[in-house]
């Protein structure tokens, strides 16, 4: 399995503030994704990274950026937190010469 | 428009059956399908892939069917243990799309009975 870390692990924040959530890997993969997880919905995908600087618009982007500055890290943000986007968020990496993924642990948020 | 569906939330098996997961999909430009595997506080982790040009791919207890005239595949795990109950996602990619996508459905929750 690829080495993939999430931070933080849970949060809970408040309506209206920003939020920056982490992934972080070390197999030196290409692509890189987040993606969000809720009952009845399966695994949404947000956005996509396939390089450094390069990032692509998932299905449902709405309130949310990414930024990639190195290989390894892909932040997602929330700029003005929503109740909607009370979710558990996964990272998810692969090299492109396969078509699987390899997912982070998760982190759950939850904004009030 | 969900292009990858499951349509059995969830489903329990005894003990040392046999368990059949099932997934219907719509885009006939995918071409590789995948199952993963999730449990609880964890991330999905991936269990087995077959693509367009097989019908079956076998991997210990686990199988893999694709039926491309009925756009159906399923995941067969036999016998099934406890150490099976989690929640399984079918998700398929289409090469001219981008390899690098995958669309999930949204899962079955499989309880293996013991």
Request: hydrophobic share 30%; proline share 4%.
């Amino acid at each position: 399995d690829a080495g993939i870390t999430q931070s933080p692990r849970h949060k809970v924040t408040e309506t209206g503030t920003p939020v920056t959530l982490r992934c972080h890997q070390t197999e030196n993969h290409r692509y890189m994704y987040w993606y969000r997880q809720d009952p009845g919905h399966g695994l949404r995908l947000i956005h996509y990274s396939y390089g450094v600087k390069d990032t692509d618009k998932g299905e449902v982007s709405d309130g949310y950026s990414v930024s990639r500055s190195k290989t390894e890290d892909f932040l997602l943000t929330l700029e003005s937190a929503t109740s909607s986007q009370t979710s558990v968020y996964f990272c998810a990496s692969t090299t492109g010469a396969q078509r699987e993924q390899y997912f982070g642990p998760g982190t759950r948020l939850t904004v009030t | 428009d969900q292009q990858v569906k499951q349509n059995s939330p969830s489903l329990s098996v005894q003990e040392g059956r046999i368990s059949i997961l099932n997934c219907d999909y719509t885009n006939s430009m995918f071409d590789y399908f995948l199952w993963y595997k999730k449990y609880p506080a964890e991330g999905p982790t991936f269990l087995i892939s077959i693509s367009s040009i097989k019908d079956k791919n076998e991997d210990g207890r686990f199988t893999v069917f694709l039926n491309k005239s009925a756009k159906h595949l399923s995941l067969h795990i036999v016998p099934s243990q406890p150490g099976d109950s989690a929640v399984y996602f079918c998700a398929a990619s289409a090469k001219d799309f981008g390899n690098e996508k995958l669309t999930f459905g949204t899962g079955t929750r499989l309880t293996i009975i013991p």
